[in-house]
């Protein structure tokens, strides 16, 4: 059964999805990639999200680098960087959030993610091109990344003395999908030690009563903020922290810790999932108060993968029944609502009940990362296992 | 019938929602509005929206100027009032977004709505009191503010070359609203300009093709913005602005354009009704491309009572039976969906096919304003004219 599951990861991720991002999405003309892209592939906004150009990179290397050589791909991948060098940094290097199509800054978003995601574009290029400015480039970001998160004061937001004094678990999980990368790149013991930092800094946000991370941790570690960002449960955000820690673990193994990581995977799962109509809710509040988020009860795709690979690494590593029966319900729910055979890759956005709430196949945040990211990382784990 | 529904509006204004409000809302310890109030007036965030704020302070201090001069009314205003002048500004004279319970800023908006919001408060409570530095704070601010539409670099927004340039219908109406208040309360004749300014810059947003007014009009008013933004339709919007329109008509008699507002309302309404689940939708695209809104398809409160505010307003001027069915249709969807008898209120987010998916009475947008506004000013129209 899982194994037949990874197969029709692999066919999905070669015949459905990334043919549709190379047909529809890259800009031969400008380079850089559209994303904005309706259900059949056709632009409805010429717009370069920065988030997404850099995740495309990211993927058409990765293929490039860890499937087979294949030249649309890196060709693909080279227009994205030419176009993210040339256009993504202000003159202080910080990063816009979206750019026209022609390169020229559009929107400038007060938050470190667009640095993130250029970094491990570059980063991932480098290595299927040789390009060691790349690489310098990546390297350079990646601390000017954790300069930014320690301080939003360099992206421009002034610090307000009744702002809740809080961590965010998106911090903490893009420090260390960052720091994966270049400690497997890298013999830097740096980045290797920012690995134990993450595994220690999960901790500040567990929530002992039920076993979840919070998606805000108060800044000093200590009471939980009473705020709705302090009761904010995000089921997604804790898959997917689940399986970068489960990996960093591999280069600090322990197995208690492993132990605390599927825990609060497990949680995440069994409080996330629907019970009346399926499938993982996006938003909710840890004491079942209302939350802020209009789309909180929304399904989302990246949710979804998100949690299919978390299992798939959970029963990796802990061959259970229970991984395995959540791993099976949460890839019926996920297989019957978000790929659509009919055009390629998947829909992003259902209602609480299950229908397609966008029809579309990309915007300013869905694009060419999650879905191809996780079936290639779900199909891997779920063949070496079955 | 309408004679009924007025009386219904009255009824649930004065026995269901400012009780409501009064009860739950005032923070007579440090002043101020909770506003982020559970389906049973719990607060679940204790924070000061300053938007909220204001508009609070506008509802009170209405109700004690044109309905009664209840006691409980003005000292409540005069909290809030207190508050804001205490809080709401920066030492640049900007307004923050939130306050702490107490009064420390929390966070900062780049956009120009919260002194809106305060200044509109300041003004009528300025009538209800007689406290002439409110007033005079009142119309400092509302320069201010014009400013502050007219260039967003004054709230430290950047400038950037490949922002689209576009005038937004929430920067027009905002503008209108504060102009009528100021055109009734003072004899000062720039007011007045700025309402015929108003009214001609109405036109910018026309959509020629389908009758309706833009969200977002090209700055240059010429050729629509190819960006999503540029196709964006809010009928809740176009409904505001037209009441806002015909109010400003008032002081620039015509017509001509007259019959033009009337047919942009009547556009909004057979464009964003749901002819599947009845109701308004929050935002569509002209086209009918995907819309970057994750909300787009969900029913939200105020453009229902804002519809019906409209379609009085039109129903006065232009007693056709259309309007009354669609006063009629309109009220029934709402009357429906949006009130709570068991606790009072409205309930303010329901998903397309119609279910409450936010218990919640208010949140950081939420508050005592468009329920209580629409429901005073449809009931003196409905009882007005039937």
């Known amino acids: 059964m899982l194994r037949a599951i990874a197969d029709e990861y692999r066919t999905n991720l070669f015949?459905?999805?990334i043919p549709f991002w190379m047909r529809h999405s890259v800009d031969r003309e400008f380079g850089g990639y559209f994303t904005c892209l309706d259900r059949e592939g056709a632009v409805y906004d010429t717009r370069k999200y920065v988030w997404l150009q850099g995740r495309q990179v990211w993927t058409l290397s990765k293929l490039y680098n860890e499937v087979e050589p294949r030249r649309p791909w890196i060709e693909a991948a080279r227009l994205g960087v030419e176009f993210l060098r040339r256009h993504a940094r202000?003159?202080?290097?910080?990063?816009?959030f979206s750019l026209t199509r022609e390169g020229q800054p559009s929107f400038y978003q007060r938050k470190p993610y667009a640095g993130v995601f250029l970094m491990l574009g570059l980063l991932e290029?480098?290595?299927a091109s040789g390009d060691l400015d790349c690489r310098r480039e990546a390297e350079e970001l990646f601390w000017l990344v954790r300069d930014w998160v320690a301080d939003a004061r360099l992206l421009g937001?002034?610090?307000l003395e009744g702002a809740p004094a809080l961590r965010q678990l998106a911090d903490l999980y893009v420090t260390c999908s960052m720091a994966l990368e270049l400690a497997t790149a890298t013999s830097d013991?740096?980045?290797?030690?920012?690995?134990?930092?993450?595994?220690?800094?999960?901790?500040?946000?567990?929530h002992p009563g039920s076993g979840l991370l919070l998606e805000n941790a108060a800044a000093d570690g200590t009471p939980r903020l009473e705020v709705p960002e302090g009761r904010l449960i995000c089921p997604g955000s804790i898959c997917e922290v689940a399986w970068f820690l489960l990996r960093a673990l591999a280069f600090h193994p322990n197995e208690r810790q492993q132990q605390w990581v599927l825990s609060t995977l497990e949680a995440a799962i069994e409080f996330g999932w629907d019970r009346q109509h399926g499938g993982l809710f996006y938003f909710q509040d840890l004491e079942g108060k209302p939350t802020l988020q209009l789309e909180a009860s929304m399904k989302l795709w990246w949710v979804h993968i998100e949690a299919i690979v978390a299992l798939a690494h959970a029963w990796a590593i802990d061959p259970r029944p229970k991984w395995r029966n959540w791993l099976e319900r949460v890839h019926e729910y996920t297989w019957a609502h978000f790929p659509d055979p009919a055009h390629g890759e998947w829909f992003g956005y259902l209602d609480r009940q299950g229908n397609v709430s966008?029809?579309?196949?990309?915007?300013n945040y869905k694009g060419c990362f999650h879905v191809p990211r996780g079936l290639l990382y779900a199909s891997r784990l779920l063949e070496e296992e079955d």
């Open 125 to 127: 290029y480098s290595k």
């Open 15 to 17: 015949e459905s999805v």
């Open 157 to 159: 937001r002034p610090a």
């Open 358 to 363: 966008h029809t579309l196949k990309g915007n």
């Open 189 to 206: 013991p740096r980045y290797r030690d920012i690995l134990a930092e993450c595994l220690r800094d999960a901790r500040l946000h567990f």
């Open 90 to 96: 202000d003159p202080q290097g910080r990063c816009y």
